[in-house]
DNA sequence: TCGGACACGTGACCC
DNA sequence: TGGGTCACGTGTCCG
């Protein structure tokens, strides 16, 4: 014999709600509820005995059906919502079209970090001539494997002119050559960043590079020039 | 009377498989399916027949308890990869943690606009010197409202010593002041990007200050500068 | 046929 | 108590 039957709960309005989704409490365990439906437990791999929807008794059917339709009707727009914030990633991230929603996320935390990262970077370099005087002077290449021994120097300070001419000389008396420079003023106040190399550097080997010019004398040459031009 | 029942389908395990998601096809329309139950329709807000989980004649039961249960895991492994997506979002945006998921994504949206615009106004304006000559002046404010009418000039062009000197010497036969400056060097290119104002430009009402200095006066400016600089 | 992606309705939970 | 969020299992479509 392999039929079931089984008389199913009942409503005053002799309508049943036939519920069927697994009712998995939130920490992972079952709940457990009254009555009479087999239910699929993939955890086990066994059908197992499940909870029907139970409206409490003395609660009209038709309230619960409205709750129902209201809670589902709820959670219809909660998806809508989302789902539209997905099509609008879609559509900002670059060529993110008909592109999978885990995808789509793990692109956009790419992103994220990407914008984030040259975004600070564009403001640690120029934008911000802070209000704190600062020399920062760092190794910015090793000197191996053929790159040039490259030194990052920034110098926050007050605006002086004939500070960038100055400090030109500083440079060339070192035999440092400019490969990029950025400068920023604001208010009065000024930000430099720059990368400088030895010049002809590409005939020298990483030892040269690194013990005939330290970033030390650099940055005691920076200082110096701040020390003046803060006077 | 106010009780069901009814046989359900069989299977030759005897095991019953009791699905009760409302199986609305991606359409919209509902799906037809030969069997048994009752399920509340949200749209029409009424008890209609619906469909079970039909598994096909000739199909083992334990088959479709196999292919279920997996269906099932597959469903929770993708869950579970969007919400770990979602989780390092919570914590890569400030202060997202505890956040909702809708809400997050529009956080991230916010973020990933305002990134991408600050990410391109530092590359606009300082990051690549290009290797076209430019010369662009355009109004920045416009005056109203108490502002000061800014006009921000942008220069590109093939570096030379002096020309800085002499762009503050023309900024200053025009009595205008240097609000911001940036500058940026690479390879022999620069390029300058300066906010200017009217000297004491408080003082002024709109129509002076959009008529005295006009945004081409300074453009001539540039462009002399540029010329001389260039030759 | 199989697996991945999605929308759906529902129970649990929280305020 | 309602209203809202979340996780779940399922039906459906598609490659």
Redesign the pocket.
């Known amino acids: 014999m392999d039929q079931f039957s089984w008389s199913s709960n009942s409503y005053s309005s002799g309508f049943l709600?036939n519920?069927?989704?697994?009712?998995?409490?939130?920490?992972?365990s079952f709940?457990s509820?009254s009555s009479s439906s087999l239910?699929?437990?993939?955890?086990r791999g066994e059908l197992v005995e499940a909870?029907?929807?139970?409206p409490r008794k003395g609660?009209s059917a038709e309230r619960n059906v409205v709750?129902?339709?209201?809670?589902?009707e709820?959670?219809?727009?909660?998806?809508?919502?989302?789902?539209g914030h997905f099509d609008t990633l879609r559509d900002l991230v670059p060529g993110a079209k008909k592109m999978?929603?885990?995808?789509l996320l793990a692109e956009v935390i790419g992103h994220m970090r990407e914008l984030k990262k040259t975004a600070e970077e564009a403001c640690d370099g120029i934008l911000i001539p802070t209000d704190t005087d600062e020399v920062r002077v760092e190794k910015q290449g090793d000197g191996m494997d053929g790159n040039p021994c490259l030194i990052r120097a920034s110098l926050c300070c007050d605006y002086k002119p004939g500070l960038l001419s100055d400090l030109r000389r500083a440079l060339d008396a070192l035999h440092l050559i400019i490969v990029k420079a950025e400068m920023a003023t604001c208010e009065g106040r000024m930000k430099n960043v720059i990368l400088v190399a030895k010049a002809s550097c590409k005939e020298w080997d990483s030892k040269e590079a690194s013990s005939s010019i330290s970033t030390s004398t650099l940055d005691q040459t920076l200082r110096l020039l701040d020390m003046i031009y803060l006077l």
């Open positions: 709600i519920s069927g989704c697994q009712g998995k409490t939130r920490n992972g709940s509820s239910v699929l437990d993939t955890e909870a029907m929807n139970l609660v709750a129902l339709k209201n809670h589902s709820a959670e219809r727009r909660r998806r809508a919502r989302i789902n999978d929603k885990a995808t």
